[in-house]
Nanobody, 123 residues
Framework: QVQLRESGGGLVQAGGSLRLSCAASGRIPFSSYAMGWFRQVLGKEREFVAG????????YYTDSVKGRFTISRDNAKNTVYLQMNSLKPEDTAVYYC???????????????WGQGTQVTVSS
């Protein structure tokens, strides 16, 4: 069984920062798979935010967070991070951690999912 445990969400004013963490556990070699973050607003589809390859050598972002968010991973700790700076009210969402089930380079939608952590940015 695979478990992903997110932490670090909360309430922050616009312009502020948060750091999300996701600790993975279970019987798969997480260091061999891409990891990433998605977010979802109530009533809307879940959207991709950021992804990172198995080695950490490749990262990619949705356009709206480029230059503000940074994804990283520590394979020794089976943990992926999302540093979020210059937060905007439109970043408000539930953020979900994901580990790709088969791909080592790029996150897809065939993922193990965490339970999510709420991020609220006030104006």
């Amino acid at each position: 069984q695979v478990q992903l445990r997110e932490s670090g969400g909360g309430l922050v004013q616009a312009g502020g920062s948060l750091r999300l963490s996701c600790a993975a556990s279970g019987r798969i070699p997480f260091s061999s798979y891409a990891m990433g973050w998605f977010r979802q607003v109530l009533g809307k589809e879940r959207e991709f935010v950021a992804g990172i390859s198995w080695s950490g050598g490749r990262t990619y972002y949705t356009d709206s967070v480029k230059g503000r968010f940074t994804i990283s991973r520590d394979n020794a700790k089976n943990t992926v991070y999302l540093q979020m700076n210059s937060l905007k009210p439109e970043d408000t969402a539930v953020y979900y951690c994901a580990v790709d089930r088969v791909n080592g380079e790029q996150i897809t939608l065939n993922n193990y999912w965490g339970q999510g952590t709420q991020v609220t940015v006030s104006s």
